[in-house]
């Protein structure tokens, strides 16, 4: 059973800082790329942050120089270093992985509420 186990979310006041964790199981294929997207009630889902096997990093315009997407140390690791967040950056984030043969997998989701 494959499962995305996402963790790191709160809340921060305008300029905080928080790190996102996602673990990835249960994933026969080899993983071709992690990633990191987030949704709000009233849009679409878009790609925050994504790391490929051969660590190429692709980020949104609204994320770039704040943000920070790496492998962690597990296998099936990523992690997102989210600095100088925004009260626009609150929403929900969703952890993402496709695999070579491009199945794709979600997390159920971490909250990041960014308020003073």
């Known amino acids: 059973q494959v499962q995305l186990v996402e963790s790191g979310g709160g809340f921060v006041p305008p300029g905080g800082s928080l790190r996102l964790s996602c673990v990835a199981s249960g994933i026969a294929d080899s993983i071709y790329t992690m990633g990191w997207f987030r949704q709000s009630p009233v849009q679409e889902r878009e790609l925050v942050a994504s790391?490929?096997?051969?660590?190429?990093?692709n980020y949104d315009d609204s994320v770039k120089g704040r943000f920070t997407i790496s492998r962690g140390s597990g296998k099936n690791t990523v992690l997102l270093e989210m600095n100088s967040l925004k009260p626009e950056d609150t929403t929900v984030y969703y952890c993402n992985v496709v695999t070579s043969y491009l199945r794709m997998y979600w997390g159920q989701g971490t909250q990041v509420t960014v308020s003073s």
């Open positions: 790391i490929t096997s051969d660590g190429t990093t």
